[in-house]
């Protein structure tokens, strides 16, 4: 094994991938370094992303999954600043010539014409509304999304068209849409869910570099939930021997900010992401590594991923079970009575087809 002390003196400061993994569709292996910058908080200036434009066909991405709750998603960013160790989303940057490693927190992909295609679909008259969610593969609150202002462009669309939507973030930069998120809210077209992995800085600032602290993620479920806007909290990824013991208290504090309920995800390593986790592990935390590592095998019958419809994002086995039912008796505790309403798919007919009102 390699001598942990010579790792750490590698490390690459506010990145959460320290490797770049040779992309699986081509020869080329690329620079295993990247542009460090002095900064572990989402409102601190970046030096040398790129900001790379895109022209996709389509916006909306069919979900077939049963685990996800939404029939569509879309994601206006591809690659994330955010650098959470964990994500599995890295593995999709790979289709784009690019490694899963720190090429995905660095090379972002920006589909500028997002808010057009939104509309041009939803539009359609084949167009039947179902919720669409955001950021079902990467961050549609990241830092870039400052500069571009797609997600709240795309907003717009919404509200024009009284279609209804999720939003699953991280970010605090979701607050400068206070305005349209308060309106869908008043149709019941909107609802928001905010990812909280840990309460412990020193911990978050490891696994999510350039993603906002736990405390001012609470912020945002507070301040989204005075404002009638229907918000949940997911406790995400659940790593075991790493942040598994603040799961009563991320669940109360949620509870205490207003949030409606909480959900929660096993990690799993999918792909690349095991060959990154693992050397991300052996730098940060090498006292402990292997246990991490066997106790996510544990959860996910011998392997790192479990990639089964069902079963691969709350795992199985003892330890799974032992968080799903620590996650069961905070729910039960803090959460009794608190529901979300259901979505309004009405609206949007109207006033794609305004006769209907007659009826």
Excluded at 37 to 58: A, G, I, M, V
Excluded at 159 to 170: D, E, N, R, S, V
Excluded at 187 to 205: C, H
Excluded at 279 to 289: E, I, S, T, V, Y
Aim: proline share 6%; glycine share 6%; net charge positive.
């Amino acid at each position: 094994m390699t001598d942990p002390k010579s790792l750490r003196d590698s490390y690459v400061k506010g990145r959460g991938a320290q490797i770049n993994p040779p992309n699986p569709f081509h020869d080329q292996i690329p620079e295993q370094s990247g542009p460090i910058w002095n900064d572990e908080d989402e409102d601190h200036k970046l030096r040398n992303t790129q900001y790379l434009e895109t022209h996709p066909k389509s916006i909306l991405n069919k979900v077939d999954s049963p685990d996800i709750g939404m029939s569509y998603s879309m994601n206006p960013y591809q690659g994330c600043e955010h650098g959470c160790i964990y994500c599995y989303a890295r593995n999709t940057h790979t289709f784009w010539g690019y490694s899963s490693g720190i090429d995905f927190e660095q090379k972002i992909l920006v589909k500028k014409d997002a808010p057009r295609l939104l509309e041009e679909k939803i539009r359609s008259k084949s167009w039947k509304p179902l919720p669409i969610m955001f950021s079902g593969n990467t961050d549609c609150y990241q830092p870039a999304e400052k500069q571009f202002k797609l997600t709240r462009r795309m907003l717009e669309v919404l509200l024009k068209w009284k279609h209804p939507a999720g939003i699953i973030t991280k970010s605090s930069l979701i607050l400068r849409d206070m305005d349209l998120l308060e309106a869908l809210s008043k149709d019941r077209l909107i609802q928001v869910a905010v990812s909280i992995t840990s309460l412990n800085e020193k911990l978050r600032r490891k696994l999510e570099p350039r993603a906002a602290s736990g405390i001012k993620r609470l912020k945002v479920v507070e301040k989204l939930s005075s404002r009638g806007i229907p918000v949940k909290v997911l406790l995400a990824p659940i790593i075991p021997s790493l942040n598994d013991n603040e799961i009563n208290i991320m669940a109360r504090e949620a509870a205490g900010a207003g949030a409606r309920g909480i959900g929660h995800i096993i990690v799993r390593l999918n792909g690349d992401i095991g060959e990154i986790f693992q050397d991300w592990l052996l730098k940060n935390f090498p006292d402990r590594a292997e246990r991490v590592l066997n106790q996510i095998r544990d959860c996910h019958g011998g392997k790192l991923n479990d990639s089964r419809f069902g079963i691969r994002m709350k795992g199985e086995g003892n330890i799974a079970d032992i968080i799903a039912q620590q996650v069961r008796i905070a729910r039960d505790k803090y959460f009794r009575g608190r529901d979300t309403p259901e979505y309004n798919l009405a609206l949007h007919e109207q006033i794609k087809n305004p006769q209907m009102k007659l009826f």
